[in-house]
């Protein structure tokens, strides 16, 4: 699975890009990935999440929870998920369902980007 991680400072948005077929290795790779830049901001975030292009893979997800790290501090406020397929949907729910942001979930992305000019013209909590 591919992933490109961009972090929009202007904006306070890191957009995740997932694509191809995603293991458990690759939630990890990625959870260490955005761990690293969230230590790095100060600011309250979006976290954009565009899993349009996304195949689970054969292997489980079911420890992938645990893995992610990243949730743990208090930089990011919303959750942005874009993707259509139920599973997957599921599964990021599974990933992305920290006590404290926001998370929603749309079909496709500029579903997602409308949404975040709402959110971003507002103050984040």
């Known amino acids: 699975m591919a992933h490109k991680l961009v972090w929009r400072p202007t904006e306070r ?27 790095s901001v100060t600011v309250p975030l979006v976290l954009l999440v565009d899993a349009e292009q996304v195949r689970l893979g054969r292997n489980g997800l079911s420890n992938v929870r645990p893995s992610q790290t990243y949730f743990q501090g208090q930089q990011i406020e919303h959750v942005l998920v874009a993707a259509r397929d139920k599973i997957i949907r599921l599964t990021l729910l599974v990933v992305f369902n920290p006590n404290r942001p926001v998370l929603r979930f749309f079909d496709h992305m500029d579903q997602a980007e409308y ?3 709402t959110i971003v013209r507002q103050p984040l909590r």
């Open 13 to 39: 948005v890191l957009v995740l890009t997932l694509s191809g077929e995603v293991t458990l290795d690759d939630f990890v790779n990625i959870g260490q990935d955005l761990d690293e830049l969230v230590k």
């Open 115 to 117: 949404h975040l000019r």
